[in-house]
């Protein structure tokens, strides 16, 4: 059977869309599907999704995608062999062991209403924000699940119950897809992976496993929990009800994990992912290395239950595309998202206009949830086109801060040799890509294929199932050589007087979380 006959899906479940890719053998997408789903505001600074609204959209798109690649002649249903899953971290949910529904929305990743929770907590504990640092490689902030858990324990009632009649099951996205595919009721696998467990800031880094002192301190049952596994073995086999009933899930990743995957990233390398926010991670193989520059530490992956770990350093970035989407549908600047790339090329430079998108706080480096966006700057003279070249800067500086971290921590990133992997949707703009790499002074690698996310999802369930082998997966480099590479032509001189200019705005947006009481 040759590599074109046999297949591997990919669900990739984002923040604001799902996407079902179907590749072959060879690594090519051969067949897609892609569906927008709700995204909820309660109040400012919260952020919810409808479960059920994101297990029909998974439905939705794998049955579009099958019907597409069955329609262009390939036995897809025949020559299936396993489905990879990658999904946003860190949105969690509590749903009923006995009825299967959610018992309160999924909290998304970017959600802020635990700031309170988090203060309260840095006070209490003796580690003050770094408290858990030690033992999962995370500082205490509203980003991670186990907070946002908290806040389901103390706000609502319906959890509370569910977990003293032990009625309640915990996950983030992939562990509530994964229940869904293998049965939901009907004996459903309550598992989450290494990468995805890792953001709950409940895992420890070197055991790989829940940590029990963590679990204790902040009152969070253990059998709540779910299984943790490797990102690239067998899980289970998809149930009945499905389009693919009977298909092995075979690979799970966190989407930024999924993306390192796709890029091929060994160590000491680093990608960048550009969606709704900008997730930034450096390889550092089989060394857990503490951050002392407002980075994270995490797992990269993991591929195969004997495997070896490999570890990163993350720096998260809550605001990229969103920022854009902003621009586009509060403040009406432009009426689509690939508007701002004509409209800021209007003009050569933003004339002293910064743009800090910390809408919802600002992650890595800063670590501020107290601050809010600001757009400093402003002349008579300034018109929209300066406000859309601001905004893609404030992405571009948010990336570089995250770099200059990672240099500080490691010593890897160095200007004549460091080539930064870019992939996800807003690398389409060349502007953001030639923006970037003057601010960093460093060359911007976007590869043909920017769909990481899924590609890495694929990799790992193929690699499960021996459809692929690792050296095929890191040989992807040579493949990327067929990208575009973006490289810096500001001086050095412009650079960091752009940069102290960033610096200075920064600082504007803290304290001022209170303003929207």
């Not at 998974?58 to 897809?76: P, R």
């Not at 509590?94 to 929770?117: C, E, F, H, Q």
Request: charged content about 20%.
């Amino acid at each position: 059977m040759s590599t074109e006959d046999v297949f591997i899906g990919a669900i990739d479940q984002g923040t604001s869309s799902t996407r079902f890719i179907i590749y072959d053998g060879s690594a090519k997408p051969i067949g897609s599907h892609q569906v927008e789903f709700t995204q909820f505001y309660p109040q400012a600074g919260w952020v919810e999704h409808d479960p059920i609204e994101i297990v029909g959209s998974v439905k939705v798109c794998v049955a579009k995608a099958i019907d597409k690649a069955t329609a262009d002649g390939f036995n897809v249903d025949k020559n299936l062999k396993a489905i990879g899953l990658t999904n946003q971290r860190e949105t969690t949910l509590v749903w009923s062991k006995s009825t299967g529904a959610p018992l309160y929305n999924a909290i998304v990743w970017m959600d802020a209403r635990t700031t309170a929770i988090c203060s309260r907590l840095e006070k209490e504990l003796s580690g003050g924000k770094s408290h858990f640092v030690e033992r999962c490689g995370l500082p205490i902030s509203s980003y991670f699940s186990a907070l946002k858990f908290l806040w389901l324990v103390e706000n609502v009632d319906a959890v509370k119950e569910a977990i003293k009649k032990e009625d309640a099951l915990f996950g983030t996205i992939d562990t509530w897809l994964i229940w869904q595919l293998t049965g939901g009721l009907k004996g459903g696998l309550h598992v989450t992976d290494v990468s995805n467990a890792s953001r709950t800031m409940l895992m420890n880094l070197k055991t790989l496993d829940w940590d029990e002192s963590t679990l204790k301190e902040l009152g969070i049952p253990a059998e709540i929990l779910p299984k943790i596994v490797s990102n690239a073995e067998v899980i289970g086999n998809v149930a009945a009800g499905w389009p693919f009933a009977g298909v092995p899930i075979a690979g799970c990743l966190g989407d930024q994990h999924a993306a390192m995957l796709g890029q091929a990233c060994s160590r000491g390398e680093a990608k960048s992912t550009y969606g709704t926010g900008a997730f930034i991670l450096m390889n550092t193989g089989d060394e857990i290395v503490k951050s002392t520059h407002g980075l994270l530490t995490t797992v990269a992956f993991k591929l195969g239950k004997e495997a070896r770990t490999s570890y990163a350093l993350e720096g998260s970035v809550p605001i990229a595309g969103a920022a854009v989407q902003w621009l586009r549908d509060n403040a009406g600047l432009i009426s689509s998202s690939k508007e701002i790339e004509k409209l800021a090329s209007q003009v050569e430079s933003t004339q002293g206009v910064c743009f800090v998108p910390a809408f919802s706080g600002l992650f890595a480096p800063w670590w501020r949830e107290d601050a809010r966006g600001v757009c400093i700057g402003i002349t008579s003279f300034t018109k929209k086109a300066h406000i859309a070249r601001a905004v893609l800067e404030s992405i571009a500086f948010q990336v570089k801060d995250v770099l200059d971290s990672m240099q500080k921590d490691t010593g890897k990133v160095e200007s004549d040799e460091f080539l930064l992997r870019a992939d996800g949707g807003a690398t389409v703009n060349n502007l953001l890509m030639q923006i970037q790499a003057d601010l960093t002074g460093n060359p911007v690698l976007r590869p043909t294929d920017i769909e990481t996310t899924a590609r890495g999802a694929a990799f790992a369930a193929g690699l499960a199932v021996g459809v692929f082998k690792q050296d095929f997966i890191f040989d992807a480099h040579d493949k990327m050589k067929n990208g575009i590479v973006f490289r810096p032509i500001m001086t050095e001189e412009v650079r960091t007087k752009k940069v102290e200019s960033w610096c200075k705005a920064v600082t504007r947006s803290y304290d001022l979380a209170d303003l929207a009481h």
